[in-house]
């Protein structure tokens, strides 16, 4: 007889199956091929190409403006003049992004305007305000040719003692010229200051990621600070003195203390990352020194007081003159 039942299939055991255990696979990384260098820098080529046939060949920039591309050229350019002749004008406010500001002396008042709408200027009793906000400005992101268009205020003054002038800058160069005032105050971040043929009370200059220099200026009290670049003077002179760099350098050059017309000033000289240098006309005896550097040499008039560190204190009376630095060296030398 037929056996017709059906039988469950014979289960066979499993059996694991053996490997050899690898480190995990890690791909070579990836390097941008030669060919694909060569058409990035074709399409930049490219693109200054047409820029260039865009401007006619006169050159130019491309800038973002209003949410788009454009190549600027001179066409772009707007300049205005306003004049302010036979106005009783002692107070100069300027606030300003990404223009370059300029007060210098002139026949009479003016303000010379280079991509600055006039309406940012005002004249207010005796004071003139100007102030160019954030979104007045041209971002450029590159230059064509040898043209580019920049923004700038330019303020001349006539010959005449001013009250105050406060000069703010971001992104923004800052320079003054020939004034006599009695109180200046000029700031920049992102930009330097630069000060020319200068006679004033009160000076306060200050930048954040820049320079301070200057020439021929002359203050009874002064502020002179940069937070990343140099403070630099040549024929200066002052009753009392203030002067900071974090990571730049403080130097002063044919320099001359008022002792003859002031009572209890100082004279204050510090640099965190760099060195102090001074170089002036006084009589040595006529000062009493603090003479630092942590990391650096000490120097007066050429000889050595502290070799590496610490702190000196020579002569007890006269003008106190603090010169420090925390790694660099100090050097203070008297002319006469």
Do not use: C
């Amino acid at each position: 007889m037929e056996d017709n039942r059906q039988y469950p299939p014979t289960t066979q055991p499993m059996v694991e199956p053996t490997h050899e255990m690898h480190e995990p696979y890690t791909p070579p990384k990836k390097r941008m091929p030669w060919n694909k260098l060569a058409l990035l820098f074709i399409i930049m080529g490219a693109i200054m190409s047409i820029a260039g046939w865009a401007t006619g060949g006169r050159g130019g920039s491309i800038a973002f403006i209003n949410g788009g591309f454009h190549v600027v050229t001179a066409a772009d350019r707007t300049s205005s003049h306003i004049s302010f002749a036979g106005e009783n004008i002692t107070n100069i406010h300027v606030n300003a992004v990404d223009t370059r500001i300029i007060v210098e002396s002139g026949s009479n008042f003016a303000v010379f305007l280079t991509n600055v709408d006039e309406d940012t200027v005002e004249l207010s009793g005796n004071t003139l305000n100007i102030n160019v906000p954030s979104h007045h400005r041209r971002i450029h992101f590159m230059n064509i040719g040898f043209y580019s268009v920049s923004n700038e205020i330019r303020i001349q003054v006539p010959p005449q003692q001013m009250d105050s002038i406060t000069l703010t800058g971001t992104s923004s160069n800052v320079v003054v010229e020939g004034i006599s005032v009695t109180n200046l105050d000029a700031r920049s971040t992102s930009g330097s200051v630069r000060l020319w043929d200068i006679e004033a009370e009160t000076l306060n200059a200050r930048s954040t990621s820049g320079s301070v220099r200057g020439a021929n200026v002359h203050f009874s009290t002064g502020h002179l600070q940069s937070t990343s670049g140099s403070v630099n003077f040549t024929h200066i002179s002052w009753d009392s003195l203030y002067a900071q760099s974090t990571s730049g350098s403080v130097r002063f050059e044919d320099a001359r203390i008022h002792l003859d017309r002031i009572q209890g000033g100082s004279t204050s000289l510090q640099s965190t990352s760099s060195s102090v240098n001074l170089n002036i006309s006084n009589r040595r005896d006529d000062f009493r020194y603090d003479l630092n550097s942590r990391t650096g040499s000490v120097r007066m008039d050429g000889d050595r007081f502290v070799a590496h560190g610490g702190s000196t204190v020579i002569n007890g009376n006269g003008h106190p003159i603090a010169m420090r630095s925390t790694s660099g060296n100090v050097r203070l030398n008297f002319d006469s």
